[in-house]
């Protein structure tokens, strides 16, 4: 990992011009690592755009210091494209090869698509790898690029709930602290912002819940219908699927959300299944205990869940 990171910085350091981008929706941990080497790469005299697909972005993440450069728009003419937590090469919403890629990551799935790949899946967050390049170049890490690599933290661990932290994460995190970071003012501003309609898009959802195999699995809905009634947004719905894994008995919850495209599952699990294996057999991607896929539009809700509850139940085989 030491080497590939020295050989990843040296080509940082001969190119010019550098796009730093993350996959489509982008959640804290994309979005945050995306916007981590703004600042560095700006005072190294370099020309860098942070790019994403996604309009609008996630407002929860509007307080990232450089936020507001986030564009939509691919340049024409670049050296390097820095791609961050992005699984595969289609989920940055790109035609053409870049030029040079470095892909860092920390998806289990990743397909390695870049010319140099740092692929880190025991990291916490794509921005664990972000900071273990930075450290292993010598590079001094400004409290806006800390705030960003700290909040990318945050979000990929659940607040530091999840498996992934250990007391590497914690040093990580102290040394972030020292570098100008304040947890409290991250925290609010992730969580004591929420929208009236998401709360009651929750109300909704939780309606639906269905608990089967003994328990272990939960299915929670979305529809369009709620989105409409409540007034929410996609960026409301993130964390549903989250709580309806903390019901006791619950091993694996899975949202199905009615999206333009498809319906959307969101899978998360708690103790022991895989339930990556599930989402790449639907095309998506994703880590052990948090994956997701699109199913296209030929099938409804009813159908998605039957086919969902036969693969679960493989997963759920391997309980400890
Ligand atoms: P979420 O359920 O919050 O959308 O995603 C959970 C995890 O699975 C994230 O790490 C996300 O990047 C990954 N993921 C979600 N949907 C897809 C998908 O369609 N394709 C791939 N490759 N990964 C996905
Ligand atoms: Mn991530």
């Known amino acids: 990992m030491q080497e590939l990171f020295k050989k990843a910085w040296e080509k940082i350091e001969k190119s010019k011009n550098i796009i730093l981008a993350a996959h489509i929706n982008p959640d804290g941990d994309a979005l945050g690592s995306s916007l981590s080497l703004y600042p560095i790469l700006k005072k190294m005299g370099k020309n860098v755009k942070v790019f994403n697909v996604t ?12 936020f507001d450069k986030v564009t939509d728009k691919l340049p024409k003419n670049y050296d390097l494209l820095i791609s961050f937590d992005c699984g595969s090469f289609d989920r940055l919403g790109i035609e053409e090869k870049p030029p040079f890629l470095i892909n860092i990551d920390h998806h289990i ?3 390695k698509y870049g010319d140099i790949n740092i692929i880190d899946s025991k990291a916490a967050s794509s921005s664990q790898v972000v900071y ?32 992934s932290v250990n007391e590497k994460v914690f040093e990580m995190a102290a040394e972030l602290v020292k570098c100008g ?8 501003m992730l969580f004591q912002r929420d929208r009236l309609s998401r709360l009651r898009l929750l109300a909704k959802a939780y309606d639906t819940i269905e608990l089967c195999c003994e328990g272990k699995v939960a299915f929670v809905e979305v529809t369009k219908e709620m989105m409409e009634i409540t007034g929410a947004i996609k960026d409301d719905t993130d964390t549903i699927v989250n709580s309806v894994r903390a019901i006791a ?12 495209d498809g319906i959307k599952i969101s899978l998360r699990s708690k103790n ?17 205990r948090a994956a997701g896929a699109t199913i296209n539009n030929e099938f409804d809700f009813e159908k998605v869940k039957e086919m969902l509850k036969k693969d679960l139940k493989e997963i759920l085989k391997g309980e400890k």
């Open 181 to 188: 970071v304040k947890p409290d003012f991250v925290a609010k």
């Open 55 to 66: 309009k609008p972005l996630p407002m929860y993440l509007d307080f990232l210091p450089n």
């Open 132 to 163: 273990n390049m930075l450290k292993a170049n010598n590079i001094e890490i400004p409290s806006e690029s800390a705030v960003c690599i700290y909040t990318a933290l945050v979000t990929d661990t659940g607040s530091f709930q999840y498996e």
């Open 109 to 111: 799935s990743n397909t």
């Open 249 to 260: 008995s619950v091993e694996v919850a899975c949202m199905l959300r009615e999206d333009d």
């Open 272 to 288: 022991y299944a895989d339930v990556s294996k599930v989402a790449v057999k639907y095309g998506g991607g994703g880590h052990i």
